[in-house]
């Protein structure tokens, strides 16, 4: 919808629909967002942000071999001179170039507090001061001299550099990240020597290829350090490409302690991973038994990082304990790689690395002329005075006598007609002069300096160093004009230069060796948990409230043990560590446990519920030992059921597996391992019934069948037996009776069946 506007304000107020208002002025703000904060220059490797931090530095003089200035004053003044945004935003993007755990070659000198790699924030900027470093200075290197385009800042007052020269490729060297509207970036840092070597290798074959560069930078070097164990195919693809993903892992080794035992100590974790969030990560690890073998961790760091892992026993293996551990914590991380950058500075491209070390070597190509050409300028403009002061110093009489009685002697000495006044040093041949008027004639540039020399420097010896200083600058503007003139010898010193850079942050350079290794990623294979523990044998208790612990050793299982005020014993078991548990509760659903993981029998133990996700409302129908390949009778209390193997109902996680399905107020009944090839089965009603176990389907997961038909209650109990032996219980004085004449209660499934034989017991329960 559109509305004319009145007259008064036709000149003020334009009428557009409200789609492309919004569509226009959120692409002003995408293109803001990617060309000014979130994607970095290729040929500097910096954002807006840090330009300008270093930019005022440079300003506030802080060189790497000068003093501290408070980070609140360097934040002030990035934020009133060039960047007009949060200080808190500067401050800790200026604390972060600080950090040697999250930049490879660190930009800002920091003094005091800038954090820790445990994720402590740095201190208030009015508590920490700052100043360059020597790498920092090596991206300003030649500001002066007109190496790059200056802009003016944001409200017009003074002045900033578009980018950096940069003498080595430092998107490449620190990396970077950030995420613009529909696009991001993320580069890991790299070596400096061994980009500097592909880069020599690229001007010496500029049709490389992105394989080939990869033998002089292999991938990726993290401050951090640790162990990249990515292949080799993956690597090329996402350096050929300009998106991939590298696995990190930790570096660690084994410490001998003597007499058998051990432990792991983790020297170096992987990049942007918080050591305190790292040990709460394998706390929980150990806590939620992950991993079982794991017996403990802590923190013995100082300077350096020292995390002490310790195996619950010593006859696990170190691999196997770490292979579980690089599944189930951030001691291996995956760092995905997208170098989407501004290739030109003004679009953004996800690039290969020959791309970016190209763009790069074009800049310091780009640099070098324009320092070179503004070299040549400073030559002319400096051989231009120095031939108006020698031929002073030929007419050194003539010179001070207009100077001394002529009232206008600037005018003067520009009038005068000196003629030669001097010889032309061989290297002058292709040096054109200044501009006169006519021959002999001082320009106003050389009056000015004659006027300007001082009397100490009328002596002979000045009038020889003024020439020998003319001959080395028509000598250096020679070469420069060779250089200007010659593409091989352009490349031939951006070349000098890049050894030079190589030499000063290589491995002679503090922390310029290189610090992430290549390893091959050596994965071990799933072991069941039963082969890592030791294997003792184990009682286990629990009690009718549900609280369960293991007792070491097999123990009497009529002895008497201690129980919570108001509980009693109701399942106690002969077991060993390596046992599964298998839990039924009278939902239906089966939950597994690691007898390993349970209490020891000195206290009262813990709450099965604690163990496993058991709801409140839900009761332990029985709790038996695995047996791989076994099988188990399940029914409700409807009298539904079926056979189901014990493969099937081990449980994963604590939630537990649903087998039997029940609704209502049906409930599970019924969980006996099958030993026999009958089913015996007692209703509520003191009837019994007895078929053949082949009746019975074998399911995964269902409601099962009918076992046996009820007018009035539901089942009691049922279990399996072998019908040439008879089926026993245990009469009311605890002695136990076979039945071995079963035909009156045998009849197909689903029969009502006939009241229980003379002395069953009174609460219709089998033997087990």
């Given at each position: 919808?559109?509305?004319?506007p ?109 954090g ?11 508590y ?10 090596a ?9 790059v ?16 020269p ?22 890991p ?34 401050p ?11 690597i ?75 195996p ?90 207009i ?37 002999g ?20 010896l ?28 352009q ?5 000098e ?15 310029g ?21 030791e ?22 299982l009529t ?24 839990v ?7 939950y ?33 030992k ?31 597996k ?37 009746e ?13 038909k ?11 037996f ?7 219980w ?39």
């Amino acid at each position: 919808m559109t509305e004319t506007p009145n007259t008064a304000n036709a000149g003020l107020i334009s009428s557009e629909t409200l789609r492309r208002a919004i569509g226009d002025r959120y692409l002003t703000y995408a293109l803001s967002t990617i060309m000014h904060r979130a994607l970095p220059d290729a040929r500097d490797g910096l954002k807006p942000v840090h330009r300008r931090i270093l930019y005022a530095m440079r300003e506030l003089r802080l060189a790497s071999n000068g003093g501290f200035r408070k980070s609140a004053k360097i934040s002030g003044d990035v934020m009133g001179n060039y960047h007009p945004h949060g200080d808190a935003a500067i401050y800790d993007a200026m604390a972060r170039l600080a950090q040697d755990f999250n930049v490879r070659y660190p930009l800002v000198d920091g003094q005091g507090n800038f954090g820790n790699i445990d994720g402590d924030n740095p201190a208030a900027s009015r508590y920490t001061e700052a100043r360059m470093t020597a790498v920092a200075e090596a991206l300003l290197e030649g500001l002066n001299e007109n190496a790059v385009d200056f802009r003016d800042n944001y409200d017009g007052t003074l002045t900033e550099p578009v980018v950096l020269p940069a003498t080595f490729p430092n998107l490449l060297a620190n990396g970077s990240s950030g995420i613009a509207v529909g696009m991001a970036t993320n580069i890991p840092p790299h070596n400096i020597a061994e980009l500097c070597d592909a880069c020599l290798h690229l001007i010496k074959t500029p049709d490389a290829r992105d394989e080939t560069l990869l033998n002089y930078v292999p991938g990726p070097d993290f401050p951090t350090g640790g162990v990249l164990v990515e292949s080799p195919e993956n690597i090329r693809n996402a350096y050929a490409t300009g998106r991939g993903s590298f696995r990190l892992r930790a570096k660690w080794e084994v410490e001998d302690l003597g007499r058998g035992q051990w432990q792991i100590v983790v020297t170096e974790i992987p990049y942007q991973v918080q050591k305190s969030k790292l040990i709460e990560k394998i706390a929980e690890v150990i806590q939620t038994k992950k991993v079982p073998i794991l017996g403990d961790v802590r923190d013995e760091s100082a300077e350096d990082i020292r995390l002490i892992l310790e195996p619950k026993t010593k006859n696990v293996d170190p691999d196997v304990l770490m292979g579980m551990m690089f599944r189930n914590s951030d001691l291996e991380v995956r760092f995905s790689m997208n170098m989407n950058v501004l290739i030109d500075g003004l679009t953004p491209k996800v690039c290969s690395l020959k791309e970016v070390l190209r763009a790069f070597l074009d800049h310091r190509r780009e640099v070098l002329q324009r320092r070179s050409e503004h070299r040549v300028e400073k030559i002319d403009h400096r051989l231009e005075v120095l031939e108006g002061l020698i031929i002073a110093y030929l007419n050194l009489d003539r010179v001070i006598d207009i100077i001394r009685y002529d009232d206008d002697p600037k005018v003067a000495l520009m009038a005068e007609n000196w003629g030669k006044g001097h010889t032309r040093a061989a290297s002058e041949k292709d040096y054109v002069g200044p501009a006169r008027d006519a021959e002999g004639e001082l320009t106003e540039v050389q009056a000015e300096a004659i006027l300007n020399m001082r009397l100490r420097s009328l002596r002979r010896l000045e009038e020889m160093e003024l020439v020998r200083e003319r001959d080395a600058l028509m000598a250096e503007r020679a070469e420069l004009s060779d250089l200007l003139a010659s593409e091989s010898l352009q490349w031939a010193r951006i070349s000098e230069q890049l050894r030079e850079t190589r030499k000063k942050f290589g491995k002679d350079y503090a922390g310029g060796a290189r610090r992430t290794i290549f390893a091959e990623a050596t994965e071990v294979e799933d072991v069941p948990i039963e082969a890592m523990i030791e294997r003792e044998p184990i009682t286990v208790v629990c009690s009718q409230m549900g609280w369960i612990r293991a007792m070491t050793g097999h123990i009497d299982l009529t002895r008497d043990l201690k129980y919570k005020d108001g509980d009693a014993p109701r399942f106690i078991f002969h077991a060993e560590t390596t046992d599964k548990l298998l839990v039924f509760g009278n939902n239906g659903r089966f939950y597994t446990i690691q007898a390993s993981n349970l209490p020891g029998g000195r206290g009262m133990g813990e709450p099965l519920r604690l163990m496993v996700d058991l709801p409140n409302e839900a009761e332990i129908v029985d709790i038996l030992k695995y047996q791989a390949g076994g099988k188990l009778l399940v029914a409700s209390s409807a009298g539904d059921g079926f056979i189901v193997p014990q493969d099937e109902v081990v449980a994963q996680t604590r939630t537990g597996k649903q087998v039997l399905n029940v609704r209502g107020d049906i409930t599970a009944k019924v969980c006996r391992p099958v030993d026999g090839d009958h089913v015996a089965v007692v209703g509520e009603n003191r009837k019994v019934l007895i078929f053949a176990i082949e009746e019975l389907p074998e399911m995964g997961r269902g409601k099962g069948v009918r076992l046996q038909k009820y007018k009035d209650g539901g089942l009691s109990d049922a279990t399996t037996f072998h019908v040439a032996s008879g089926l026993s219980w245990l009469d009311p004085a605890g002695r136990t009776r076979t039945e071995n004449t079963l035909e009156e209660w045998t009849a197909k499934r689903a029969s009502a069946g006939r009241m229980a034989p003379r002395g069953f017991p009174r609460d219709n329960k089998f033997t087990s």
